[in-house]
């Protein structure tokens, strides 16, 4: 059997990934094509996988401020967005058999269980999939940060970003039709270069933490599971 590079991991969807051609929303033949990506390498190689869902394809908290309005109250709209995103991913993935606990960061104990790190850990060595919810559960925080903040907290060993674009590149490709796609790049290039992958809250984090960063497009079939066997695709982010 292959021995997969990363046992546990934490896996990062943007909104937007969930919403597929039309660019807002939820489209659930793509969030179930996600959801079978997933299926894949839990099923083949059993890594403990956790998830971090966006928001951006419902509302994004800046939007909102950027508009007048109170900037805290708009990152709780953008917490609640992920939740129903999150909703969306454990309803797909519960539909092809893949057993899922979403745990939210803000209390809301009809929907989902409320975010408890050794209990997290505990559904992910029972191979159960656990989405994160509602962001950090602080406004002028990102799901980026999220992912980092959540990866350390349970020693996952890398953050896959899974987005709509396949990796980092040097400009923007949709500005520059020369931007050339980095294979590999460290947390400093990433924060001095201001290259957009991730803020720089989430950048520090997984540079002190020492977690990788696998950034990759979710789009193109088979790019979870290569992920996480480590092979060379996107951009590899690390020290
Ligand atoms: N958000 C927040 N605190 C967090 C995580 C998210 O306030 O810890 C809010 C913020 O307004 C953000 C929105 O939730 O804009 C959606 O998350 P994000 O923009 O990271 O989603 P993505 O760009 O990945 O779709």
Redesign the pocket.
Known sequence: MITPRYRRVVLKL???ALAGEQGYGISPEVVLYIASEIKEVIQQFRVETAIVV????I????AGSAKGMDRAT???M??L??VINSLALQDALEKIGVDTRVQVAIEMRAIAETYIRRRAIRHLEKGRVVIFAA????????????AALRAAEIEAEAILMAKRVDGVYDSDPLQNAGARKLDQLTYIEMLNRGLGVMDATAASLCMENGIPVVVFSIYEPGNIKKAVLGENIGTFIGS
């Open positions: 943007s909104g937007e966006g928001g951006g394809n509302w994004r908290g800046v708009a990152d709780y953008g917490m967005a992920t962001g950090t559960g602080n406004p002028y925080f990102s799901t980026d940060t999220t």
